[in-house]
Nanobody, 120 residues
């Protein structure tokens, strides 16, 4: 299973970005997909997950601002981020696993990460 993220960049506070994660060489429809992020000097933290059963879950920091989605026909998971804040600045990672939920160690497959920078 290979994951490739895209869509990061620099945005002003209050702006929006959409991250995408394309999955190849795996049965996407039976993978739980998630986004994590890691800011400098901090641990990698959970942001959102979309299980293959259609259940979604969000970190408190993402609720009401971020939306995770998936397109099983395109083997792609996305994270729409609105009302961005400087504290959202981090490298964002896409992750996939048949049974993973919100823990970083529950996911076997990871993308290379994409930088999101939110200026004040």
């Amino acid at each position: 299973v290979q994951l490739v993220e895209s869509g990061g960049g620099l945005v002003q506070a209050g702006g929006s970005l959409r991250l995408s994660c394309r999955v190849s060489q795996g049965k996407f429809s039976h993978l739980n997909m998630a986004w994590f992020r890691q800011a400098p000097g901090k641990e990698r933290e959970f942001v959102a997950a979309f299980q293959w059963t259609s259940r979604t879950v969000y970190a408190d920091s993402a609720k009401g601002r971020f939306t995770i989605s998936r397109d099983d026909a395109e083997n792609t998971a996305s994270l729409q981020m609105n009302s961005l804040k400087p504290e959202d600045t981090a490298v964002y990672y896409c992750a996939a696993d048949p049974t993973g939920f919100t823990g970083r160690y529950e996911y076997e497959y990871w993308g290379q990460g994409t930088q999101v920078t939110v200026s004040a």
